[in-house]
């Protein structure tokens, strides 16, 4: 049985959590394959509402096998936070849970550098949590791995090593033994917590895919933040594209089925950066209270804009997108008109084409086509035809603008509040 890429197709917090979650009712594995706790997946399960960041969004299913993927960076201290938060909920993970023995380590000296940035003028508005200096310490080749650190000898010579590299920086905070102390305080301990998760998920996933079972992996973040194809360089550190997938699980590309896209109704984006359609005012407050448009990491008020048919064809592309799930339509209701970008004009000249360089995003001059919009509380519809008239001709609208199925629209937070239309759904 192919797996299943679902990826975000904005600049994240799409609603990429429920969706998995969704559709781990047919799946033996989810596996998260980049990103690492900067990221926050918004799950309602049993009437609860739980804000993950490193475990994948299947846990909630018992017969779920949830997988951490070496293209994933670990802080095994907001790991074990997770882990018992989850199971002091009821949520069971231990013998549940695979983390991969190369993905890469975050330690505290990783979320200093992060800080040090963000504060030298030069930040990007990231979550500070060491996510980006990891990255650069594993392109680097001096990244320690969740097998060296389960190594005693070898993750001790590795701080070391690395102390010593980033001295110089690290000394403005405060004394490089300081740091070292701090390092061997918190994480050793956490060794004989994480050990019992680890193995080489690999051939853990190779060995799922013969037997015919199925498996979905999950991006975090956006295609919009992807490091090669997003608005760079306000971007994240890894690729949470559909390509990421194979690098970031050890899953071959011919073992992909499909990839089903996620996007909101309209966009949002937290942090710096361009955003075409971003709005201001009465409407972008309004659907940031209803929308509940806050970080799931860092709480911080996301930015609110229109539709951009532009930007989603970019992302489309670049993931070969199947199908799509819409979320958060039940938001608009109450919102007239509805607006959609359908071009650009950048420097004067008509676009039909996201630009790549930065100072034409920053150009961009959104074209809009409006729809008429409606009321009425969408959440409580359990087909298509219960919506409104005017909001399904609004799915239909963006279906036909962007040449891509939408079999999935999800109209309120919890996992019932999701309708099924047509054909297309990845699995049976």
Request: glycine letters at 12%; aromatic letters at 8%; a positive charge.
């Amino acid at each position: 049985m192919p797996a299943i890429v679902i990826v975000g197709v904005q600049w994240g917090d799409e609603g990429k959590g429920k969706v998995v979650d969704y559709l781990s009712r047919s799946a033996d594995f989810v596996v998260r394959y980049q990103g690492g706790n900067n990221a926050g997946h918004t799950v309602v399960f049993d009437g609860k509402t739980f804000a993950m960041h490193l475990v994948p969004s299947g846990v909630f299913l018992p017969k779920v096998r949830n997988v951490i993927g070496n293209g994933v960076v670990v802080d095994p201290k907001a790991l074990r936070g997770e882990v018992e938060m989850l199971e002091g909920r009821g949520i069971r993970v231990r013998g549940r849970l695979h983390v991969s023995l190369s993905a890469h380590v975050i330690l505290p000296y990783h979320i200093v550098l992060d800080g040090l940035r963000e504060e030298s003028g030069h930040g990007i508005g990231t979550t500070r949590r060491g996510i980006g200096p990891c990255y650069e310490d594993k392109v680097a080749r001096v990244g320690i791995r969740v097998a060296d650190y389960l190594d005693p000898g070898a993750f001790k010579a590795l701080v070391d090593q690395n102390l010593r590299l980033r001295a110089c920086d690290l000394e403005r905070v405060k004394p490089k033994a300081l740091i070292r102390e701090e390092v061997f305080a918190e994480y050793e301990p956490l060794r004989g917590f994480l050990k019992p998760f680890c193995c080489d998920v690999a051939i853990l996933l190779e060995k799922a895919l013969k037997a015919g079972e199925r498996v979905l992996l999950e991006s975090a973040q956006g295609a919009m933040l992807d490091v090669d194809f997003g608005t760079y360089p306000f971007v994240t550190s890894s690729n949470p594209v559909a390509g990421g997938a194979c690098s970031g699980s050890g899953i071959g590309p011919t073992s992909i089925g499909g990839v089903v896209g996620v996007t909101k109704a309209y966009t949002t984006r937290v942090g710096l950066g361009p955003f075409p359609t971003e709005i201001e005012g009465r409407t972008a407050r309004y659907l940031r209270q209803v929308g509940k448009e806050y970080g799931a990491t860092t709480g911080r008020p996301r930015r609110i804009g229109w539709l951009d048919l532009v930007q989603l064809k970019a992302a489309l592309r670049v993931n070969g997108v199947s199908n799509l799930a819409m979320m958060k339509l039940d938001a608009l209701a109450n919102v007239h008109p509805i607006k959609v970008a359908t071009a650009y004009k950048v420097k004067g000249r008509l676009t039909r084409e996201f630009p790549v360089s930065r100072a034409d995003q920053l150009d961009a001059e959104p074209v809009y086509e409006s729809y008429p919009g409606f009321s009425g509380d969408l959440g409580a519809a359990r087909s298509f035809s219960d919506l409104p008239k005017a909001a399904r001709d609004y799915v239909l609208a963006v279906e036909r603008g962007l040449g891509v199925p939408i079999p999935i629209v999800s109209l309120g937070r919890s996992r019932e509040q999701t309708v099924l239309r047509g054909k297309g759904l990845p699995w049976p």
